[in-house]
């Protein structure tokens, strides 16, 4: 079988040294000797696991996407990632395109059943942090709105003209209307154009749900009220 081995340390100590890649290479050498692998290796040297872009996991992944490889080889599960998530990810991404994941440390093989039913698990807990990550920021955002914090980017729009998008909205008027109306009213744009879309006025609608304002009442406002 072909197999694509992923090895990974995250610091220039570890890269000059070479202890933690050989005893990565090691493993990976001594069970594909035991199981008849063939290998292509691809090492990531210095890169921190934290990190999304990954340049030698990408080109491992691309490999067994483009039928190069049955199977992706980790000497620990750590070496995918420092996160259940970043981990579940390559899992879900293996079943998806159905090949086999193969994590030394663990005896994990997604080609049998216990490997599968480890993989469930792991999906599990996943899950769970993404929840507990959702649930912190929610929290947080709560938090900083009570002492006062605007959140996101500065608001550009005139807060009238946006009390009178809300209130468009309210009154059932679609993205793709409520653009068709300012428009036709002539009423320029945050930057001055002559034309609005229904993606500008569904940000600035996004934006007055994550931080209502409460502007004193205009002419526009009154207008439509």
């Known amino acids: 079988m072909n197999v694509v081995a992923y090895l990974r340390v995250s610091t220039d100590e570890q890269v000059q040294s070479g202890l933690g890649l050989e005893a990565q290479r090691t493993a990976v050498e001594d069970e594909a000797a035991r199981r008849g692998w063939s290998v292509a290796w691809e090492v990531d040297e210095g890169v921190s696991g934290k990190l999304r872009n990954r340049p030698a996991l ?13 199977a992706l080889v980790v000497a620990k599960m750590d070496r995918l990632g420092r996160s259940v998530i970043q981990a579940s990810d390559v899992l879900e991404t293996a079943r998806r395109q159905k090949w086999d994941l193969i994590v030394l440390d663990l005896g994990m093989d997604l080609a049998t059943p216990h490997g599968k039913a480890m993989a469930q698990m792991l999906a599990v807990f996943a899950e769970l942090e993404r929840e507990m990550i959702s649930a912190r920021t929610k929290a947080a955002l709560t938090a900083a709105k009570a002492r006062g914090t605007r959140l996101g980017r500065p608001r550009q ?12 909205k309210a009154d059932g008027l679609s993205h793709r209307r409520i653009a068709a109306a300012l428009t036709a009213e002539g009423v320029p744009t945050v930057r001055g154009g002559v034309r609005w879309s229904p993606g500008s006025v569904g940000g600035f609608l996004t934006s007055a749900a994550i931080d209502p304002v409460d502007p004193e009442p205009t002419r526009s406002a009154l207008e439509v009220a």
């Open 157 to 168: 729009i005139d807060p009238g003209l946006l009390a009178r998008i809300v209130s468009m």
């Open 58 to 70: 990408d080109r491992a992944l691309g490999r067994l996407k483009a039928g190069e490889a049955q």
